[in-house]
């Protein structure tokens, strides 16, 4: 595909959530349209449409650039005081697979220990996770361009070399927007004066929340949405122009035309980012098989030994009447699940699992009688994994491989294992049926209302999500912003 003069490096897609508007599939539409050769993700804080979004790019012969713009904390991430969640915001972009894998350490650990409010990172997890990273500054809750508003232009200049010097010379950008706020057109100017000052580039993006002009209205309903306001309130969180879309190179060039080299840059980051990911053929723990076996013939092995173990059950069963079906059903069945068992490439995760629980009742502790998947496939119950016979209850295999909802004729098998139910000789024995704890929070009990009160989720007491998460998009919207709610109280 021929190469452009713009590459958008910006991007907020729908896993960005009430945030960005961006549909993958619509966005790969999209750039072929305008013939450009690649295009970046950088979602609020994770990665969650990486995977997806490289393999429609890929498809489409667009490079894909993955990237995340991350939430940069003010002091460490570790800090839950009350002036703690507000953090900066960097763009990241992993330039090839050292960078990726990077990228994944920085989002886990905002997530796994730096979340309040956001999934937090600092500054220095950066400096232990920037090899392989392109970092640009940002939108104007970046540390650098913040600090330009603010009229810290010191403070800028400091803030730019610290970056410059976590992600090494050539790895860090100054990023110029116009989204026709007047904040823009405030800071522009000082951020082109910085660049020139400190050798450090300039990088033109859009900030891309929506695909098309048009787009803009649904993307104020996803605001309001997010912040629990509706359309009708005054006061309800906005963008305050209709300008964070996915813009022509043509667009571009026109509003960046006195800075050319911030558009010819992007090119430059583009060409760099050379981002290649294969799919695991094999995503399990190796599990060490016997000499001279292999992992799907000792499966089959010890499959058929625990089947031998569990027909003398069967026979007297079958003997009492009490067999729902013949035991050449159950033969015909266990050939079949060993063979695609093996076909899906599972049966490592079938011996881990079987391992694992024969060693649990070697050394006496409870485990089982099983759940879920396990529950229906007659290839658990020979190894002990469950206890539950699935023809017994007629229960299809398929659901190992299709996750649509398999019950007993009057049980469904994953909500009595969830109460607690006994399954003892392979029946299961319900108690007294009492509303599931997740279908009575979300109002599905009974005929009631699918929508149930929104769940809040704070952190240390501190005020509702919808209201914290609503700040990011506060430098958007200008004096036609609704109210924010203040600081959280301390911890």
Known sequence: ???????HLHLHTDYSLLDGACDIPKLMDRAAALKM???AITDHGNLFGAVKFYEAATKRGIKPIVGCEAYVAVTNRLDRSPDSDRPHHLVLLAENELGYRNLVKLASSAYLEGYYYKPRIDKDLLAHHSEGLIALSACLQGEVTAAVMGGQYDLARQSAYDLRDIFGKGNFYIEIQDQGLEEDRRVNPQLARLSRETGIPLVAT???HYLSHEDARAQEVLMCIQTGKTLSDTQHMRFATDQFYFKSPDEMAALFSEVSEALEHTLDIAERCNLHLEKEQHVFPHFEVPAGETLDSFF???????????????ERLRAEDRLRHPLEAYE??????IELIKQMRFAGYFLIVWDFIRFAREKCIPVGPGRGSAAGSLASYALHITDVDPLQYDLLFERFLNPERITFPDIDIDFCMRRGDRICNGEVRPRERQPDHHLRHHGREGGGSRRGTRARYAVR???????????HAQHHAGGRAGPVAGAPPAP
Do not use: K, W, Y
């Not at 089959?300 to 069967?314: N, S």
């Open 1 to 7: 595909m021929a190469s452009t003069s713009f590459v």
């Open 37 to 39: 050769s690649a295009v």
């Open 206 to 208: 859009n900030d891309c």
């Open 300 to 314: 089959e092995i010890v499959t058929r030994q625990g089947f031998a173990a569990r027909r003398p059950t069967l």
């Open 332 to 337: 015909e069945r266990l050939d079949r699940e």
């Open 461 to 471: 007491g501190s005020r509702p999500h919808r209201q914290a998460d609503s700040q």
